[in-house]
């Protein structure tokens, strides 16, 4: 057995660490360092810059959850934008309604999605769809230009709200998201743990506010992350979250292995300590 571990470190306070079965690939991109490699809890796993990131085991609780709300509550689901979501895990979910007929995705690193096409081909195995036009860029500078057709949904496949990524957790750039936006469209990220970076969260609900009439955080479990409890939140002009279209879900539902129709209704309900929390935001 290997004596190799890896160890996400969270402000040198939390850990979190995987037995390396076998290193896949080790690199560093003019972004960030990346790192592919198998485990026996999880299987294979990306890390980015030393924080685990996706796992073949794990990451449909995190894709399924980003991807579906968003999906089946937009007015319509025919035209979607993806920015990041390298690993090819959100492409995926998306491009099982039958509904869409385009998928815009733009990720800024093509070292990742190199890697990941290679290594974890379990995860995106939607590559080939005619439907997905893959863009490597930035994120923020493709949704500022204002000549873009509308989309009905655009999810936020991003790192952490903080640090290097905050650019994408910014008023200006969910503004920019906003306006790119077909009526009745829904903007969906991954706001963080609520608990453990709570902070973080609460400045995420807090820009978000400000932009988007209608912001709901919903939640679920993302067990390779250093917290269990994870966020997403659904943004939109008025769009009701729990007002699913039943077709769609019934398109989708039997072959997700944790969203169901149940597990998104039950996803909106808000623990106290967050409802204190949210409900100081004003």
Not at 77 to 98: F, M, S
Not at 198 to 211: C, G, H, K, N
Request: charged fraction near 25%.
């Amino acid at each position: 057995m290997s004596d190799d571990w890896y160890v996400e470190d969270y402000r040198g306070e939390f850990r979190v660490g995987l037995r390396v079965k076998e290193w896949l690939h080790r690199g560093e991109s003019e972004y960030q360092k990346i790192d592919v490699f198998d485990s026996e809890v999880f299987g294979r796993v990306l890390a980015l810059d030393g924080v685990l990131n996706a796992s073949e085991r794990a990451e449909f609780f995190y894709h399924e959850m980003l991807v579906h709300p968003a999906m089946v509550t937009a007015a319509a689901a025919r035209r979607v934008l993806i920015i990041g979501g390298g690993d090819g895990g959100t492409a995926r979910e998306v491009l099982r309604h039958p509904t869409v007929e385009e998928v815009v995705m733009v990720e800024i690193d093509g070292a990742v999605v190199d890697a990941c096409r290679r290594h974890l081909g379990a995860i995106g195995s939607a590559w080939e769809d005619p439907r997905l036009e893959l863009i490597i860029g930035d994120g923020a500078a493709y949704v500022a230009r204002e000549e873009l057709a509308p989309f009905d949904v655009i999810l936020l496949d991003g790192t952490d709200p903080e640090g290097p990524g905050e650019v994408l957790y910014e008023n200006y750039f969910y503004s920019q998201c906003r306006a790119r936006l077909a009526p009745g469209g829904v903007f969906a990220i991954q706001s963080a743990s609520p608990f453990l970076m709570r902070e973080v969260f609460l400045r995420a609900q807090r820009r978000l506010r400000a932009v988007f009439a209608d912001v709901r955080p919903y939640f679920g479990p993302a067990p390779l992350y250093c917290s269990g409890l994870w966020s997403w939140t659904h943004c939109s002009a008025g769009v009701d979250p729990l007002a699913a279209d039943p077709a769609r879900i019934e398109a989708i539902e039997p072959g997700c292995d944790y969203y169901n129709r149940e597990i998104h209704r039950a996803a909106f309900a808000v623990p106290n300590f967050l409802r204190r929390e949210l409900a100081g935001l004003g």
